[in-house]
């Protein structure tokens, strides 16, 4: 299982920044996929999830209505767009699976938001 994230970068409060999440290794349309966030001295936490088959999504309260996850099983990429971003969300970002019976994790992309 390899997932590479991409996108993240430094944005002002309100700006909108969309990551991306390249996987390989596994059938990427059969899986859940999700996105989890670590703040400086804070637990990682699950920001957005999205099912394999339906697409159905569910968020962290914190995101809803400002954070979208999606998926393209024919590039087997996750996205998750944000917008309004605020000081609070500036985090390390993570897309992460569980395949068989263990969690897999990227290596990360840094989001800053800040003025």
């Known amino acids: 299982v390899q997932l590479v994230e991409s996108g993240g970068g430094l944005v002002q409060p309100g700006g909108s920044l969309r990551l991306s999440c390249a996987a390989s290794?596994?059938?990427?349309?059969?899986?859940?996929m999700s996105w989890y966030r670590q703040a400086p001295g804070k637990e990682r936490e699950l920001v957005a999830r999205?099912?394999?088959?339906?697409?159905?999504?569910n968020y962290a309260d914190s995101v809803k209505g400002r954070f979208t996850i999606s998926r393209d099983n024919a590039k087997n990429t996750v996205y998750l767009q944000m917008n309004s971003l605020k000081p609070d969300d500036t985090a390390v970002y993570y897309c992460?699976?569980?395949?068989?019976?263990?969690?897999?994790w990227g290596q990360g992309t840094q989001v800053t938001v800040s003025s």
């Open positions: 999205i099912t394999s088959v339906s697409g159905s999504t």
């Open positions: 290794g596994f059938t990427f349309s059969s899986y859940f």
């Open positions: 992460s699976a569980v395949v068989g019976r263990e969690r897999s």
